[in-house]
Nanobody, 127 residues
Framework: QLQLVQSGGGLVQSGGSLRVSCVAS????????IAWFRQAPGKAREGISC????????NYADAVKGRFTISRDNAKNTVWLQMDSLKPEDTALYYC????????????????????WGQGTQVTVSS
C-alpha cells in the first residue's frame, strides 16, 4: 500500500519561498498522479496543483498559477511543490495526495478522487 510522507514547509515572510516534499513508500509512484491540496482555518480543502504519473501534464489553480511549481522524480519516489512569491493568504495546511491512474497521462484537482493522503505540513506566511 502506498504511503505518503511530507516534509518541508514552515514560516516565511511575504514574498519569500518554500518547498514542500512528498515521498512515497510501499509502492512506486510511476502509476500515480499526485496533487497538492491546502486547507486554511475555517475553509474547505482546495486543490492547488497536480501532476500526471510521468510528469508530462501539470495543472494549477488560478490562485497559485505563476507562483507555484509542481515537479516529480519517479526514480526518487518524490514530488515537490515549489512555492515562490508567497502571500499571507497562502497560509494553510498543505497535503499531497495520490491517485492510481495507470498509464493515463492526466491529473485532477478534484478532492474526492483521492484516497491516499500525506500527513499534512504547515505553511505560514507572515505579512
Amino acid at each position: 500500500q502506498l504511503q505518503l510522507v511530507q516534509s518541508g514547509g514552515g514560516l516565511v515572510q511575504s514574498g519569500g519561498s518554500l518547498r514542500v516534499s512528498c515521498v512515497a513508500s510501499g509502492s512506486i509512484l510511476d502509476y500515480y498522479s499526485i496533487a497538492w491540496f491546502r486547507q486554511a482555518p475555517g475553509k474547505a480543502r482546495e486543490g492547488i496543483s497536480c501532476i500526471s504519473s510521468k510528469g508530462g501534464v501539470t495543472n494549477y489553480a488560478d490562485a497559485v498559477k505563476g507562483r507555484f511549481t509542481i515537479s516529480r522524480d519517479n526514480a526518487k519516489n518524490t514530488v515537490w511543490l515549489q512555492m515562490d512569491s508567497l502571500k499571507p493568504e497562502d497560509t494553510a495546511l498543505y497535503y499531497c495526495a495520490a491517485l492510481n491512474v495507470g498509464m493515463v497521462s492526466q491529473c485532477t484537482l478534484s478532492l474526492y478522487e483521492y484516497n491516499l493522503w500525506g500527513q499534512g505540513t504547515q505553511v505560514t506566511v507572515s505579512s
